[in-house]
Nanobody
Framework: QVQLVESGGGLVRAGDSLRLSCVAS????????AGWFHQAPGKEREFVAQ????????YYADSVKGRFTISRDNAKNTMYLQMNSLKPEDTAVYYC????????????????WGQGTQVTVSS
């Protein structure tokens, strides 16, 4: 399995930007699909974005399309989530995850998870 560590969360105001990073250990990360999920208090963990192993294809939840950008640098074993025009409803713990296999938005299809990083957006 791949070990993942997120960073970059914080407290920002509505309209601000943040960039989350996810550093992976293990030689299989470059061959793994990877994604970001978030979980708000009292809610289930939800899909945010996903990127294919080579970075050629990306997928987004409708709620973040046009505002968030997922990317990866396999030479650095790192994935990013650039979040622009943040809204209070983006407040959540953000998790990165990795999996083998085709595209999926289901948390149960991801074998490796980070510990999460808190993003709080004030109005």
């Amino acid at each position: 399995q791949v070990q993942l560590v997120e960073s970059g969360g914080g407290l920002v105001r509505a309209g601000d930007s943040l960039r989350l990073s996810c550093v992976a250990s293990g030689r299989t990360f470059s061959r793994s699909g990877a994604g970001w999920f978030h979980q708000a208090p009292g809610k289930e963990r939800e899909f945010v974005a996903q990127i294919t192993p080579g970075g050629g294809f990306t997928y987004y939840a409708d709620s973040v399309k046009g505002r968030f950008t997922i990317s990866r640098d396999n030479a650095k074993n790192t994935m990013y989530l650039q979040m622009n025009s943040l809204k209070p409803e983006d407040t959540a713990v953000y998790y990165c995850a990795a999996r083998s296999g085709p595209y999926s938005e289901r948390t149960t299809d991801f074998a490796s998870w980070g510990q999460g990083t808190q993003v709080t957006v004030s109005s």
